[in-house]
């Protein structure tokens, strides 16, 4: 039996990256994680570089920003998967050009973990920024023929459920609930283990190599409508509704301060 690859975690640390990282020791990969020496002596992270340590993950000292600590930290395993935060995102430039020299690397996962940024159409800012420059990163790997999977896992449960998509919002209501449009269009809702879980499957199977792959379980997918219609029944009460239109959406988000505007526009994305 052919033995697992070895990966690399680059924002191992960050929010979908920690599922991920669980998710790769689980299935018995050698797991590595890239992680600067201030976070390793720093207090915001311990518990969970702890709770690595304990799993039995290689804390590897490195920096997405220091060209040298890159190449060495790549030459160590088979495969790379990034989930930087969309501050990094274009740093991966760096990843890049470091598994280029390592030449080592049979796969790149760059940091996607959301819509396929190829067949999205009409997105507006802040997020139009952010798929370009996911957009760029992903000629830039097929421009150096680095082998890649790009992973499509949308909406986050955790993100988007706790208060059913209500911007500023810390539960989920009980009297009056926004629905942005008219609460028809589908979307997929993921939780964030089974994104890790799907990811790490990816990793050695042929069918993802230089492919997209999307995780779309068809009993993950629902409308806006279908999960308020979810919540009124556990709650055993009908929610008043108050429509939003996109016109309406918009002109608010180009209002709002640019943290609300990013939330805004995560609902919508």
Not at 78 to 93: F, K, M, N, P, R
Request: with cysteine; hydrophobic share 40%.
């Amino acid at each position: 039996m052919a033995s697992k690859s070895k990966i690399l975690f680059i924002g191992g640390t960050g929010y979908i990256g920690k599922f991920t990282v669980e998710a790769s020791v689980k299935a018995g990969h050698p797991t590595f994680v890239l992680v600067r020496e201030s976070t390793i002596s720093g207090p915001s992270k311990s518990q969970l570089l702890d709770h690595f340590k304990n799993l039995g993950v290689n804390l590897v000292i490195g920096d997405v920003l220091n060209h040298e600590s890159l190449v060495k930290a790549i030459k160590q395993v088979d495969v790379v998967i990034s989930t930087v935060g969309h501050t990094l995102l274009a740093d991966q430039v760096k990843i890049i050009a470091a598994i280029k020299e390592a030449g080592n690397v049979k796969r790149f996962f760059p940091s996607e973990f959301g819509n396929d940024v190829d067949r999205v159409e009409g997105a507006v800012e802040p997020t139009k920024s952010t798929y370009d420059v996911k957009a760029k990163i992903r000629r830039a790997v097929e421009a150096e023929g680095i082998p890649y999977t790009y992973v499509e896992s949308y909406c986050f449960d955790g993100y988007f459920l706790p208060n059913l998509l209500q911007p500023e919002a810390t539960a989920p209501p009980r009297d009056k609930v926004v629905i942005f449009g008219d609460g028809n269009p589908k979307a997929v809702f993921n939780k964030e283990d089974d994104i890790g879980t799907y990811t790490i499957k990816a990793v050695d199977d042929p069918r993802t190599l230089n492919k997209n792959f999307y995780i779309q379980p068809p009993g993950n997918i629902y409308s806006f409508n279908d999960l308020v219609s979810l919540w009124e029944r556990k709650i055993g009460k009908t929610l008043e509704k108050e429509y939003v239109s996109e016109e309406q959406l918009l002109k608010n988000i180009q209002e709002a301060a640019p943290t609300l505007r990013l939330k805004a526009f995560r609902i919508l994305t």
